[in-house]
């Protein structure tokens, strides 16, 4: 009976076997995805256990952690709740952490981070308590103040960079919302707050500087179109272009009429930079189909159309449409048809400009710091990519400043402070109203923020407002807090 | 028996074994400290007391083997009592996470259980001075173990815990019998195998090169298959169902060292599954919930248990540090495993999942070193039982098998469980010290009798 006991003992090992390598996949491999299941209560938890990180700006808690007087030891709490919102999100305790970079970097917060390891494992030899790390953010608290102002309590959003290193200033989104009600240990009132907040119309808890529903860009993508042209090598600035009042449009009966309703120039001609500083409609529509929609689309792809990006919270890739005919790609080409951005996407054309050319990353988390404020871990500014070259990037900034100068851009000038921009009025899938926007950088000469606003559905002034007498107006408020 | 696997160790080794124990006790001790360190920040007061209780008790045990069973395997009774007192630490570990002081808790009632099961243990090395007086009894075995399988069924007595109708109940105790006639019918299983061995393994016809076993010979086979058919039916219990059945066929294998019986069994076990399969929704829950634990609607459990051994990772949390309760009431007996896999991570239960497989391995030992046939029989069906339970209730928690509830060996909070795995223990001890024992017993006249010395060796 010996040979069948051994082989019995085969079928043993192969059980226990079995059992082992069940147990290393689902503790080792799947761990990471188990972990972050929605309603996994234990990392909710013990998230409330460990004192989590505090977000700061410029010195400043905007979120930290305080000793709470019931079992989950710490709450949350967040000054200036509404204006930093879309920046941290929220920590709770029945939603868990998200919104922001509360979920973003939830990991160095806890000081679960990988990258945390050996500080971590410092702390166990030093018997220090379990601690998360600080962020520092790259946030400028007057810009993110005078971006909220200048929203007012109209819908819309701003976000603004340091073109020279990608950092961001502001960002502010609007309708924003109290992070400090998700974050309270009444959970009854938190799930009320968060099922009210989901239900609203207006969207408070959508970041739209970087997700939600996409705008439509108008004529702010007149920057692209004019930098595909540039890059063409075809063009100038100086190149002439035809410029009717109305452009009739191949294969429809459909014509494109200028905003003005006149030609943009003396016998129906115009030169590439008077086209933007008018906001040229027919110019722009004609110089579209001339370059052809591969031209415009690969320029949109270079700077960034299309691609997923992490500031760290997830970016939703701003799309330009493909397999266009003709009418199409004359639409697509002054920002209108399918063409969809954040408005970050936007800002980071114009700092792309500003930056001579060179695209910077955008970032929010400055540095990550412990809790003697000693720099962790620090980001560099690092190149994202080269969409146009250092002379494209001139030729745009000469016709960026007449759009301020002479043009539909002039309620965004700052008196003793050269402004380059673009306005854009978007007609969106909504017939009802339009979105405005103004993107442009400052000082011309050397650039400190470059910014994109958009106001959904023409602000608070209805139809008929067009984005120079609206968003430019706001965005000088931004740039008279940035450059003075 | 030249291969060298039963004459390496010579002397009785009841040193080894001692300081073994000595192991087993400061682990266990190490690890209440732990909990009490990681929950209140101080060392538990009673740690002295449980020390010395624990302490006192395996010795207690290491002596009466001394006495009775000198030549006993020296693994099997450290490595259990480090495995009840692990047990203990996290019954009491989930008792404090409830809130439940000692006087209430769980741990208290086990650490009671474990001394009575202990006790029960020794009483049976004492009684039984030689396993193969067992034989004189096996169809009172038999009844017995048939009883104590069908109680659950009758009325006024069974009762239905969690859709599972393996408990009985009488006055304040209750009580899951299969665990006890797991042990009675093992007896009987080896014992009647002994006796039919030849005429199962011997005649027969050869289908497409198969041997197959005569139709009256099968007898056994479709009688075993059909009562845990019965128990799969009525109590609903598909692990006592898949226990008993993969043990009256791993055992009739090595009876008869005829693997036509394994087919047939795996064909008539898998039929078996197929049709309960079809006929009652409890099962397709189950299969349902095995196939994607996280199907919205249906019970949470197996999720929060993954979920926990996620949380733990390959460290774990370290103990008192986790949320075990997370796994609702079953934290300290079907789940205990989950809760040791959060708390002590993936390397703590892999530790004590080879625990168990040392345990079935030296049972599988003493069954190639045991002179006679039924105790081979026996302590490989014994060793098998503990390995099969494992898989069972192991295999469900990490997604190998559909989940089905059968205790822990020596983990779950339970006496019946605990009384049960004890007796295992001491049978093994038993046949061990017979097969361990220098050969000079083999000429005493009075035990040469026996006409399985027979043994193939190839």
Redesign the interface.
Known sequence: ??????R??F???A??C???L???????L???S??N?PG????I??GYKIERGSILVDGKAIATSRKSNDKYVYERQYTNGSLYAPVTGYSSLVYGNGGGLEGAENEVLTGTSDSLFYRRLVDVVTGKPKQGANLELTINPKIQQAAAQALGNRRGAVVALDPKTGAVLAMVTSPSYDPNNLASHDTEAVTKTWTQMNAAANQPMVNRTIGGTLYPPGSTFKLVTSAAALESGNYSNSSTLPGPATLRLPQTTHSLPNDDGRACGPNDETSLLHALEVSCNTAYAQLGMDLGQDKLASQAKKFGFGDVMRVPMRVTPSTFPTQLNEPQTAMSAIGQYDVRVTPLQIAMISATIANGGNQMQPYLVKNVVDSDLDVIKSTDPKVRAKPISGQTADSLTEMMEAVVNNGTGKQAAVPGVQVAGKTGTAQGDTKNAADLWFTGFAPANDPKIALAIVLENGGDQGVEALAGSVAAPAARQIFEAAVR | MSLGLTRTTSGTKRGTELFLLGFAVVVVLFAYASVGLAIDGTMPADIMTLGIGLGVLALVFHLVVRIVASYADPVLLPTATLLNGLGLVMIHRIDVARGRDIMEGAALRQLMWSTIAVGAAITLLFLIRDHRKLRRYTFTFAAAGLALLMMPMLPFIGMNINGNRIWIHIGPLSFQPSEVAKILLTIFFASYLVQTRDALSLVGKRFLGFPLPRARDMGPIMFAWLMSLAVLVFEKDLGTSLLFFGLFVAMLYVATERRSWVAIGLILFFTGCYVAYLLFANFQNRVALWLDPFTPGQSDQVARSLMGLAFGGITGTGLGRGYPTFNYSEANSDFIMSSFGEEIGLAGIMAMIVLFAIIVERGLRIGIACRDGFGKLLATGLAFSVCLQCFVVLGGITRVIPLTGLTTPFLSAGGSSLLANWAIIALLLRISDQARRPSVAETDPTRGSDDTQVVKVR
């Open positions: 009976m010996n040979t069948p006991i051994r019995l003992g079928v043993v090992a059980l226990f079995s059992v082992l069940a147990a290393s996949y689902i503790q080792v799947q761990a990471k188990l972990n299941r996994n209560t234990r990392i938890n013990a």
